[in-house]
């Protein structure tokens, strides 16, 4: 199996920034790519981004592009989520996520794993 443990999260001002960051252990060459996914309070969980572990193929939510950049470390297993500009809106638990086949890959359906969450307040 497949074990993601994020880290990064925590409060922050209205137009900070925050570098999460998602580890994987255990069998990570079955997995095809990771992504991030978020969960705020009475919603459902939003796709994020999502890279190729190969490759390095990088997709985003259409609002987020700008803001959210998504970047991995083949050598430390690792997938890192920077985020910009942040706003309340942003306020959510962030989870990290990978999958085996790389389809479906904006849609919580689409992956395998999931990490714990790691919370960001936006403060205003």
């Known amino acids: 199996q497949v074990q993601l443990v ?3 999260g925590g409060l ?13 252990s255990g069998r990570t060459f079955i997995i095809y790519g ?18 190729n572990w190969s490759g390095g193929s990088t997709y985003y939510a259409d609002s987020l ?12 297993n690792t997938v890192y989520l920077q985020m910009n ?3 309340p809106e942003d306020t959510a638990v962030y989870y ?3 999958h085996r086949t790389g389809s479906n890959l ?4 689409g992956y395998d794993y999931w ?3 790691t919370q960001v307040t936006v403060s205003s």
């Open 65 to 76: 592009t700008g803001r959210f950049t998504i970047s991995r470390d083949n050598a430390k």
């Open 12 to 24: 922050v001002q209205a137009g900070g920034s925050l570098r999460l960051s998602c580890a994987a």
């Open 115 to 117: 990490g714990q969450g």
């Open 96 to 98: 990290c996520a990978a």
């Open 85 to 87: 500009s942040l706003n």
């Open 6 to 8: 994020e880290s990064g």
């Open 34 to 51: 990771m992504g991030w996914f978020r969960q705020a309070p009475g919603k459902e969980r939003e796709f994020v981004a999502a890279i």
């Open 106 to 109: 904006n849609t919580p359906g």
